[in-house]
């Protein structure tokens, strides 16, 4: 059960969120106009630009540098709109972008459900990934897992407003209860793709490149028997505003090698991000755990190009 965070203790937090909250009101047009100028502040001070040129020169390395200069420049201006439409997909009412917005694919999830099996949908961290759950949610009954927040307000604010259209939200750690919920034929979301330091993890390419990689989506397909599919999230700047894919279920998934089942998986996350590069999240450093004594990339990196 969430609790309320003291208005006392955390006074100044609760006037930033109230500040927030009458910014998510504005009209979305307004709210992406206003994230793209946060989006080149953004890139004009830099904020781990070492970091995001780090993960394209390992990801991209063909591109010249003239593309890759683009690329980042289009990736902060996502950045700066996926701050002001994630404050509108949790602060403010909806309805109107989700009716100027397309899902492709819902046949997928339907099948499974005739069935009354679970299905686990598999993103990537992409910057419209909040607004496209929510999107999502608003046509299946679908539950969310998530990494605890730190600060006790911004748990309580993020969980709540979750809430508001999720079913239910796990933290990662509980594993039981997801595995119930998959088993009782219900749907979970969640995004494999960072490099999270608990849990199982194995080293298997993404974009040509070891990296550490949760072992999750195979264990919680082998315990619950349910099905896997791919949901992908892309921002337009015209109607639909957004598009919504999602896959059919895998084929021979999972299977008893949890090494193998994880590499697919990091395949099919590498199409996603190659549909719109510039909306996935490079600013997290995704190659930061080596094995083999391996130099970590981002120590004394530069944002040379």
């Known amino acids: 059960m969430l609790t309320k965070p003291s208005y006392f203790k955390f006074a100044f937090s609760w006037i930033i969120y109230f500040f927030l909250w009458l910014l998510a009101q504005l009209p979305y047009r307004i709210l992406v106009f206003i994230g793209k100028v946060f989006g080149r502040l953004l890139h004009t001070f830099g904020l781990r630009k070492k970091v995001v040129v780090t993960n394209l020169k390992i990801c991209f390395p063909e591109l010249n540098i003239n593309t890759r200069r683009q690329l980042i420049k289009k990736h902060y201006q996502e ?3 996926m701050v002001t439409q994630t404050l ?3 602060l403010s009412q909806t309805k109107k972008i989700e009716q100027n ?8 999830i ?6 009354n099996q679970g299905v686990l949908l598999v993103a990537g961290h992409f910057t419209s990934l909040d607004i496209g759950g929510k999107i999502l949610c608003k046509q299946f009954l679908i539950a969310g897992m998530y990494r605890e ?3 006790p307000l911004t748990e309580y604010i993020v969980t709540k407003s979750r809430l508001k259209y999720a079913v239910k939200m796990f933290k990662r750690e509980e594993l039981r209860p997801i595995i119930k ?3 009782s034929g219900g749907i979970l979301w969640y995004a494999p793709d960072q490099d999270y330091r608990r849990g199982q993890s194995v080293f298997v390419p993404f974009f040509n490149h070891l990296a550490s990689t949760i072992t999750a989506t195979h264990q919680m397909a082998r315990l619950s028997k349910c099905a896997v599919l791919y949901f992908h999230v892309q921002r337009n700047d015209k109607p639909p505003f957004y598009t919504l894919t999602l896959s059919p279920a895998m084929d021979n998934f999972p299977t008893k090698d949890a090494l193998e089942d994880t590499k697919r998986v990091n395949q099919e996350i590498e199409i996603m991000v190659k ?3 510039h909306e996935y999240l490079w600013v997290h450093k995704r190659f930061k755990t080596t094995q083999g004594g391996e130099k970590n990339p981002y120590i004394n990196s530069d944002e040379d190009l």
Do not use: M, R, W
């Not at 917005?101 to 997928?108: L, M, P, R, Y």
């Not at 339907?110 to 069935?115: F, I, R």
């Open 79 to 81: 950045l700066g709109i």
């Open 88 to 90: 509108k997909a949790f």
């Open 101 to 108: 917005s397309v899902i492709h694919g819902g046949e997928h």
């Open 110 to 115: 339907q099948a499974c459900l005739d069935k």
């Open 149 to 151: 927040h730190k600060h």
């Open 181 to 183: 919920h998959l088993k």
């Open 275 to 277: 549909k719109n590069p």
